[in-house]
């Protein structure tokens, strides 16, 4: 079982160390994170539409993962492949 509170101290050194090494790359992504916010083109409704297809589309891929290392363990076990 992952431990989130050491994955997330992880992750936060990581982005630190990126912005002491290019301060631009993290200023840049946060830039393009606040955009759609900022012009509205899309609207809330859509942009909300939007991160959950891609909540969706993370969690197909985490599931075919786990098929496959099931998979891989297991190579006598035949299972067909999860579709979404």
């Known amino acids: 079982m992952l431990d989130w509170n050491e994955y ?36 809330a409704k859509t942009r909300e539409f939007i991160a959950r297809r891609s909540n969706r589309a993370q969690a197909r891929t985490r599931l075919r993962r786990r098929w496959v290392l099931r998979q891989q363990s297991m190579p006598g076990l035949r299972l067909s492949i999860p579709h979404a």
């Not at 997330?8 to 992504?29: C, F, H, M, N, W």
């Open 8 to 43: 997330r101290k992880q992750v936060g050194a990581g982005v630190k160390e990126i912005g002491q090494l290019s301060p631009d790359t993290i200023r840049g992504y946060m830039e393009l994170s606040s955009a759609g916010q900022k012009k509205n083109l899309l609207g």
